[in-house]
């Protein structure tokens, strides 16, 4: 150490002791008490320094990882194959003949998810979500759309629900074209496979809060079941506080032949799909284009199952989906429901949406041969990961507020306690306005407001709540009161 160095002087970056946080939560826990800054000493630091420790990622618990090891690679190539077996899944093709069409796909997977559903001690309910679509963009006749539903009843918090997708309908280079053979592997066989094996596999455990597990129809020609769906939703008033699909995660290869088989792509949009003019200009005056629901979604999924519990990286896009394409997440994101979507890291279009043929030697066609299932069951982990990480959590805070009615180089910040029964308290978390995720956290405590030594002018901020055993809820973002 420098000895020459000025005494240390009060800082305006500093934040309660653990001590006082622990003290606060003890005498008012769960009843709003405010907890503010306390001056500490400290050196000058570097702008905008402020309180907090360095954010980890939640490692996997016990119950997790043995989750993890249930999910099986060969079930997963199994039921893609047997997705390939009904020739095509056009939402236009054959429902009543038992063996070719989407009825019979249906059919099957409906019997699956029964069979899952009857080792889950009563907790988990499959059935068939159907509605008539009348004409429309790409269906010409009216048509009979049905989503096949598997719902995993929560323990503590059932009316709390996460959502996960695959659409099992196929289609070749006509997209009106019901009858050719259009297996559909990696398009998407490989993310029903993926919803299929995270229900069975989490049908023997007990979640807290409710996930419902969904092979929808109809993408193809327009996300018309998930967008259904997703309105039958929010016509109920449900509580859904994420939804994810996975489409087309069927191989890390790329159309040159290069893998990257541990990577996969997490879309998530920035600028709510379904933000109101009064949000958007809120928007525009304190930030927040990096902090939609959907951001924050992902930003969990990175730390509870990147690397460390998966073996897969997690490579967010901020983007809603692809450029200038869509997928069964965009249905909730009109609903204002938080979603994202999985995708593997390179596409290969010789194997999406093309009529199965040899072509100047090079194979055309969405065929199970050019699936890697070992890639295609990570996949299914860090699904189940994330899904799991959410269930067991206390929900996302809600009506999280920067309160604005003084001007200090403080940060006010008020959320309501959540109804879970076994919140352990809050935390801070804060990041410059130019890092893309958060960097410092701040345990505070069981109590529904703080003031935090350091300015909402030079930082992002959001809560989380923590549960006894370490769970963390995703991240909100406080908009200002």
Known sequence: MDTNEPPATASRRTFLSLSTAAAAATAGAGAGV??????????????????GKPVRNQPPGAELRELLREIDRDRIEANVRKLVSFGTRHTLSAQDDPDRGIGAARDWMLAEMKRYAAASGGRMTAELQSYVQEPASRIPVPTRITNVVATLRGSVAPDRIYVVSG???????????????APGAD????????????ARVMARH?????????????EEQGL????????????????????????????????????????????AEGVPTAETPEEAGVR????????????????????????????????????????????????????????ARFTEPHENYAHQHQDVRVEDGTQYGDLPEFCDFDYIARVARVNAATLWSLAQAPGTPKN?????????????????RGPEPDIA?????????????????????DVTEVTVDLSKDNAFFGVRAVDRDGHRSPVAFPVPD
């Open 34 to 51: 405010a907890v503010t800054a306390s001056p500490a000493s400290a050196r000058e630091r570097g702008w905008p320094d402020g309180p």
């Open 167 to 181: 659409h099992y309908d196929s289609r070749v280079s006509d997209v009106m074209n019901a009858t050719a053979y």
């Open 187 to 198: 398009d998407d066989a490989s993310g029903v496979a993926v919803v299929m094996e995270c």
């Open 206 to 218: 007990r979640p807290e809060a409710t996930v419902v597990f969904t092979a929808v129809a109809g």
């Open 224 to 267: 018309y079941g998930s967008r259904y769906q997703a309105k039958q939703y929010r016509s109920g008033g449900a509580d859904v506080q994420a939804m994810f699909t996975n489409d087309i995660v069927g191989t890390g290869t790329a159309d040159d032949g290069t893998r990257d088989p541990r990577s996969l792509r997490l879309f």
């Open 284 to 339: 525009r005056a304190v930030g927040g284009e990096n902090d939609s629901p959907a951001r924050q979604l992902a930003r969990f999924v990175a730390s509870v199952a990147g690397d460390h519990a998966t073996g897969m990286r997690i490579r967010t896009v901020y983007r809603r989906d692809r450029y200038l394409r869509g997928g069964d997440h965009i249905g909730y994101l009109e609903q204002d429901y938080p979603a």
């Open 400 to 416: 999280a507020r920067v309160l604005t009615d003084r001007l200090t180089n403080d940060t006010d910040l008020v959320w309501d």
């Open 425 to 445: 308290g809050y935390e801070v978390v804060w990041r410059e306005t130019t890092s893309p995720d958060w960097t410092h956290v701040i345990p505070v405590g």
